[in-house]
């Protein structure tokens, strides 16, 4: 929006604009009738009473339209003014108006014309021979079109500055509005990240226990029994870190049952348990920050919960190397399945949630077949010294 351009008014603002004009104007033309000389000619003061208020009423007639037409508006009501005291109002309303766009060159010839045609007026009024009156009559021209510009340039700067407090408000608004829909986003990615890494490993180990049982018809008793604890169990625990992921998510905090570098052996437990045949080696040193550790389980559990959907069967060996100050380095390896892949239901958005997880860690996420067949996922994990994050944190 041009900044030159002025809101329209309403109905109640141009009314009171034009009665403030008129009343003005009356006061002008109450003072030029008592300036008249007593007893003045029915012809000569006859403009006085008829002209001059007819010239003022078609001077507030057109007032109206002065901010669709400005400069020819304000002109004409300024000239008229000449021949009407009581339009005086009217012409200093006029130059205020187009003040406001504070454009120099415009409002420089509104004043001259408006200087100009006051010594005019002597004309059609016998005062010219009052003492003083043409320097008296040319100094309250030039007063009163400096304090209606002064007025006028004010109001418009103010009305800039409105426009742009506004126009700032609305902009701080919109980008609230974007940072709100940003942080939902994020919020809504969080949760459906956590969701899978709780979720998936579970149901795919309870999927894979029932679909031993539905294809397995030489189990015995004692192994129908194991198996079917098995699916129990895991349904519970799913149920359990659904609620619990549900609590972190709700609270927007990490709690002490987090995922940990200490909670993998358990992970792998829970994998023999259903009837994954998984070794673990552990060769880490040094303390691992909750971050680094909960990024390194859901490693862990990406490719244990991988193993058990598309290798079944097959042995998994998961390898964890890495001290401070170096990396700390995740790799989960599984060789070529060994039984009857049943089909088990998947997200397919787990390694690229894991991928992404990785890479806001700093790290690195690989995973590709092996040249017998299997398959191995490994990540590599920044993993600061000690003294490093003191550093970071002074």
Known sequence: MDSDVAPPLGGWQQAW??????????AFWLSLAIALPPGCAADTCSWFVTGDPLVALGCLAVLPWRRRFPLPVVTAVVVASAASTLAGGAALLALCSISTRRRPVEIGIVVAAHVAVSQVSAVFYPLASLPGWTWSQLVVSVLSAGTAVAVGVAVGARRVEVRSLRERAESAEREQAARAAQARALERNRIAREMHDVLAHRISLV????????????????????????????SRQALEELRDVLGVLRADQFTPSDPSLDGIPGLVADARTAGLDVTLTNTVTGAVSDGLGRTCYRVVQEGLTNAAKHAPGAQVRVVLDGAAGDHLRVSVRNSPATAATHRVPTSGFGLPGLAERVTLAGGELAHHPTADNGYVLTARLPWPSHDHDHEMSA
């Open 207 to 234: 999927a894979m226990q029932a679909g031993v049982l539905d294809h397995r018809d030489d189990l015995t008793a004692e192994e129908n029994r194991v198996l079917t604890r098995g699916i129990l169990d895991g």
């Open 17 to 26: 604009r034009l009665a403030a004009a008129a009343a003005l104007g009356v």
